[in-house]
């Protein structure tokens, strides 16, 4: 025993009903496919299709290298599996491995912006496995293959490898490897070993710990020191039961006959089996400073908690993200195809793989970027024995490992197109990443450090208890739920939520203790505009927005948000009858537009409907402001018809008049206008205005009246693909927010840690 702290969980749980949910809102499953051409005229469909496409297919059946110019090829991975060997939980089949593909799909995306799709193969015949899949070349830039048990994974891969000139990289061996190695180095280096000297348990023989075993000896690991453990115990030399020519490869000469004997005095352990297959006594008997990847998924060998009631001096790192240290191979598949794509590699090396897990390891001996230090709930982490690996959040990693990975395939003649501008190339690769899911994971984490009581003022429909239920299990705080008792337990029930267990409150507005306190409230406030106190009493006992907005004015609750059944300004009224604005600011509404890599803000996209030259500067201020607390330096563009006097016209003027102000008042922001949009966001036709005082593309937009901004944030969503959040309310005096109307979940539980977070100042 010790008295080491409790192992904290850097994520809280959720329950097995949202897991469902989450992959069957909506549209099921959690992927769909977008066309990147317009498909809106008989023009665009002649050319997409028949004629059009005769052309393309002509150019590619003359020279096949034109393919990755005229397709999707290039940047596009299969991932394949027959569901052998599902994480951790066995043989369970193609169908039932598709939740796990999709997700290794949209990793890829979401990390490298790699497109991927996913393939179930319904076989377990190796052979017809491999014709299923030799054909399928031409498709894909890559094939990524996952969760195929061993040992017909082996022959599959070895198989597609000289079938195939594209790369077959099966990840749940070389992935695995890959990360595992990199934690390793790390922990070696913080206990002091040698690769050469550091004695090894690996239990599990199949597809991971194979492949870990080889890629640990090619960095200099002693065949001696390595032992192999399966179901049968001690893979030793002369061992005939459960053998197969892979872990006769690796077979030791040892006496040592069981995991209990094989890990006792060991440096290291490696587990790559199942859940639950090492005990606390086994984690005792290692050597000083152990270092133990529990790497089972979902559930590890041995959880953390069991590990520090034994040892307080071990390296403790699972496959898992809800705690320290996650060995897990999402942290190299996206960014290792990444850099075998862009310099078009024919195969995953050895080299290229070294090269990853080198470049994973020193990462994670730098100082970590805000994105990470919020991934870390409590202290930024610091390279030591809580933090040897890099999070997969962390956005230095696309062009880090892309980056090592193609300079491999460069140096080790694989690649087909090999990288001339190394600096252009590393501005490309960080371009791909999705800046609002950092930015929003960001504020999450925030939250979740200094959690917050909010008030859910629509309590009773399900997309909300819902949503109060994923705010509670995410850690983010307490859910207050407006509503009548029975209605709202009645639908908890039906939903599966366990308000009492998850402390969720249920304030009733008729029933309230404090209702009369906030009527009071609200009746000195609207006494002189015509209110009797049996108005204000009504508005409190029957209106949820009134009693959930006098709940945070009168601090009985930190935050509100509600939206779901209410048209926006209706909602936004009632809550401004309960709050002022913010001394000194200005409410407006401020909407996120992320497209294409970019995070634009565009404001006032909720209140003034005509603004005059000072609203206007007081909106761009504002702005100014909400991009600073999301992490941006504002660039503020004051949008028009017109740019710097042509065409021109009243409204432009007024722009103008608003820059004049914004002038005297010298703002510590960059702004400037009247501009039309296309000058703000493009820089090449900024560059038309030498003049113009923004030092780049705008991010934030500040449009001339409510119609262009509406109309244009609205149009961006429905027909140029962009993800709109907001318009979040800025400027109250409390935090409110306003979801749109019929929101669904998980849109009313970002915009509740928005609203914790404060996003309005
Ligand atoms: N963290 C990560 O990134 C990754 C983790 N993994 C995890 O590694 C594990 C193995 O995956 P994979 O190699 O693809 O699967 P395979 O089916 O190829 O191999 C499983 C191996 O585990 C052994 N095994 C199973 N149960 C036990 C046990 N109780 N004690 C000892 N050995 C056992 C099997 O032994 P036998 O040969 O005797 O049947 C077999 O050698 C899974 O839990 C998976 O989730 C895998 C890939 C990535
Ligand atoms: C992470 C992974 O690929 C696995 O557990 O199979
Ligand atoms: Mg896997």
Redesign the pocket.
Known sequence: MNDRPPIKRTRPTFTDQEALLFHSDGRPGKLEIVPTVPMATQRDLSLAYSPGVAVPVLAIAEDPSRAYDYTARANLVAVISNGT?I??LGNLGALASKPVMEGKSILFKRFADVDSIDLEVDTEDADKFIEAVRYLGPSFGGINLE?I??PE?FIIEQRLRELMDIPVFHD?QH??AI?AAAGLINALDLTGRDVKTTKLVI???????IACIELLKAMGFKPDNVIL????GVIYQGRTE?MNQWKSAHAAVTDRRT?AQAMEGADAFFG???KG?VTPEMVASMAENPIIFA???PDPEITPEEVAAVRDDAIMAT?RSDYPNQ???VLGFPFIFRGALDVRATTINMEMKIAAAEALAYLAREDVPDEVAAAYQGARPRYGKEYIIPVPFDPRLIHVVPMAVAKAAMDTGVAGKPIVDTAAYKAQLSARRDPVAGTLNRIIERVRRYPKRVVFAEGEEEQVIRAAASFVNQGLGKAILVGREERISEAATFLGVDLEAKGIEIQNARLSHRNSAYAQYLYERLQRQGYLFRDCQRLINQDRNHFAAAMVALGDADAMVTGVTRNYSIALEEVRRVIDEKPGHRVIGVSVVVARGRTVLVADTAIHEMPTARELSEIAIEAAGVARRLGYEPRVAMLAFSSFGHPPGERSAKVREAVAILDNQRVDFEYDGEMAADVALNRDLMAQYPFCRLTGPANVLVMPAFHSASISTKMLQELGGSTVIGPLIVGLDKPVQIVPLGAKDSDIVNMAALAAFNIGG
């Open positions: 060997a994480l951790g969760d048990k061993a994974c749940d992935g695995t990360i239990n599990g023989a199949g597809a991971a710990a453990c399966d179901t049968k459960g995991l790559l089996s199942q297959s790497m089972a998924n496959g060995v897990n191979n």
